[in-house]
């Protein structure tokens, strides 16, 4: 389990986060939304132990990050393609591999290539991959230690709509021995998490399920809440 | 086990990379290459025009190995330009004047030393001629004097005796006329004036000779360091250097295996300068090649420590590239070229934390001094301090990226 208790991050003197506090449930997949620039990168990067918190604790397993040995049971899959362009898709994968401490064997490498239907272009070198198969690369990768907690930042952006849809199926299977935490500002995907955390002015502005959601802001899709959010704002700005 | 797959990684991209192969291996050995041809050889002859120079000393210019231009009435400055000679050499009532374009320190050397020795020994020889002339007229007039002596005994002998008695001629008839002739007027301008003793080496050193040995640490230093900080930048930039921190790995496992990794490379690049300049070019060395590896492969390590860290302030591949003249061309300066110890106090003080201050001046000591590695321990132990510094500063600053 993943608990934030007061988390706060600024850079300089421009605050990026503001005393989040949010427990992330168990063996669900958690969607973390809203505009770009509300620093949902940044809680990710808090969450690995790249980034210093000013203040609070992130707690995972009761063993607060940041925590080399933390990182043995997680997964992460960063915005930009973190690849070797000149390395094929099969030596990206087994370098990554290598480095977690445990022996991660042929097999392995092998079905998480074929989950993400690389297998036919392994042997190519990755500059000659498209956009969508670096995804699903990065992806592969992020999942190749088998990790208890998988943080994808954007994980599906670029790649095309029926691979998106088997790539949801894998991640919902996935939740069996994985919590995951996605974030995304694509709001038809939002639907498709358990849980939700919508960021709104450096914290979380709401959470709960997807149909919570909707039912609380008395709203039909995720995009209005964000507008509902906006006039609220906009209210008590008026009000003081 | 990480370190090794990550020295792993490396080497494959690096072998991979064809262009970034070709600038270790051979962008050094064709610039060496250039160099040692592109130094004019002493033995080269120099052309001088002479105007209003007597046969003497065009004689002597001549003797010297220099190609002598009798000409009459010239236009100096386009005469020169043209190319026609390194220097005009004229004489004016007795005023000798050298003119030279001074655009070229290499060639003004020999014109200045060949026309003023020229000069020199054949104003000697006209001194010694001079003499000669001297003593013969004192020989002449001596004889006259002898003569005259003569004449006046012969007229005393004439005289009546007691008028010769009353003349009271006190006649020393023991007039050394003999004066001594064996003045020695040859000046012999056969012999060298002076004698030039080589503490190391000799007289067929050439500028590159000496130059080489700091060539061979330059290259080392410059090619490491920029590819070592390239690769690091590209690793950031790419964020795979993020990625790498988001799996156990140990910030020191990362940075020993960029060591490492490019070590390996820069050893290699170290063999191929040092076996090429010695073997191909023929580069005399007085101490042991090993030392030169020594020194070479301690280098290298500083300036992959270096690139690193120093690629860490740094957002993209041209800012990387402006390093070179701020990080790497002063470092030229104080690497053994020109005396230190004659600089300015104050750039007395710089040298010192410059890396290739040390192994440039080792590299001379050990090529052309032959000191032995009790006696360049000093400088290796400072280089070995710097790759400390360095490895433990870049695992410092790999603390931006992951706190733990």
């Keep these: ?130 956009g969508g198969m670096k995804r699903r690369l990065s992806l592969a990768i992020a999942l190749i230690n088998q990790p208890k907690y998988l943080i994808l930042d954007e994980p599906t952006v670029g790649i095309d709509p029926v691979l998106k849809l088997s790539i949801w199926d894998q991640l919902h299977d996935l939740k069996k021995d994985s919590t995951l935490l996605i974030t995304t500002h694509i709001m038809d995907e939002a639907m498709k998490c358990d849980q939700l955390l919508l960021m709104k002015n450096k914290g979380i502005a709401a959470s709960g399920t997807p149909q919570e959601i909707l039912e609380n802001f008395g709203v039909s899709d995720i995009d209005q809440v964000f507008l509902k959010l906006e006039e609220q704002e906009y209210e008590n700005a008026a009000a003081n | 086990m990480r370190m090794l797959q990550l020295i792993k990684r490396i080497c494959k991209q690096v072998l991979r990379d064809k262009r970034t192969l070709a600038l270790l291996f051979l962008a050094p050995i064709f610039v060496i290459t250039l160099l040692n041809y592109i130094f004019p050889d002493p033995d080269d002859e120099v052309t001088i025009a002479a105007v209003n120079v007597s046969d003497d000393v065009i004689d002597i210019l001549e003797d010297n190995d220099m190609i002598v231009k009798q000409e009459n009435e010239i236009d100096i400055k386009p005469y020169l330009e043209d190319g026609n000679a390194s220097a005009v050499l004229e004489e004016k009532d007795g005023e000798w004047t050298l003119t030279i374009l001074n655009d070229n320190p290499m060639d003004e050397g020999p014109a200045i030393q060949g026309s003023s020795q020229a000069v020199m020994e054949s104003n000697l020889n006209d001194l010694s001629d001079n003499i000669d002339d001297m003593i013969n007229n004192m020989e002449d007039m001596s004889a006259g004097v002898k003569d005259m002596m003569e004449s006046i005994n012969e007229m005393m002998t004439q005289l009546p005796p007691e008028v010769a008695q009353n003349m009271d001629i006190n006649m020393d008839m023991d007039v050394d006329t003999d004066i001594d002739t064996d003045i020695d007027s040859e000046i012999d301008m056969d012999e060298d004036p002076i004698t030039v003793e080589y503490i190391y080496g000799d007289e067929s050193y050439t500028f590159f000779e000496i130059l080489n040995p700091i060539l061979v640490s330059f290259f080392v230093f410059f090619f490491v360091f920029l590819i070592a900080g390239m690769s690091m930048l590209k690793e950031r930039s790419s964020g795979t250097l993020e990625k790498l921190l988001s799996t156990p790995i140990r910030k020191s496992e990362i940075v020993f295996g960029y060591l490492f990794g490019y070590g390996i490379f820069a050893i290699l690049q170290t063999a191929v300068i040092i076996l090429y300049s010695v073997y191909i070019l023929d580069m005399e060395i007085a101490g042991s090649i090993t030392n030169m590896f020594i020194i070479n492969i301690l280098l290298s390590l500083v300036a992959l420590g270096l690139g690193l860290l120093l690629s860490t302030f740094v957002s993209s591949e041209f800012q990387m590239i402006q390093f070179i003249p701020l990080v790497i061309i002063p470092q030229i300066f104080f690497s053994g070229m020109l005396n230190v110890d004659t600089m300015e106090p104050w750039l007395q003080w710089i040298a010192p934390i410059m890396p290739l201050y040390y192994a440039g001046n080792t590299m001379i000591d050990v090529v052309l001094k032959g000191f032995t590695l009790g006696e360049i321990m000093v400088p290796l132990s400072i280089l070995v301090l710097f790759i400390v510094v360095f490895v433990t500063l870049n695992i410092l600053g790999m603390r931006r990226y992951r706190k733990v």
């Design chain 1, 1 to 130: 389990m993943i608990k934030l208790s007061n988390i706060s991050k600024s850079f300089g003197k421009q605050t990026i986060l503001q005393d989040i506090s949010v427990n992330i449930a168990a063996n669900q997949i958690t969607g973390l939304i809203g505009p770009s620039g509300t620093g949902k990168t940044t809680l990710i990067k808090c969450l690995m132990g790249m980034e210093k918190y000013d203040a609070g604790s992130i707690q995972i397993d009761n063993t607060t990050v940041p925590n080399r040995k933390l990182l043995n049971k997680t997964g992460y899959m960063a915005q930009s393609d973190s690849l070797y362009h000149d390395l094929t898709g099969l030596e990206n994968i087994q370098f990554f591999a290598h480095m977690y401490g445990r022996k991660i064997s042929n097999k392995t490498v092998q079905s998480t290539l074929n989950l993400v239907q690389l297998e036919q272009d392994k042997k190519k070198l990755v500059q000659h991959y498209s």
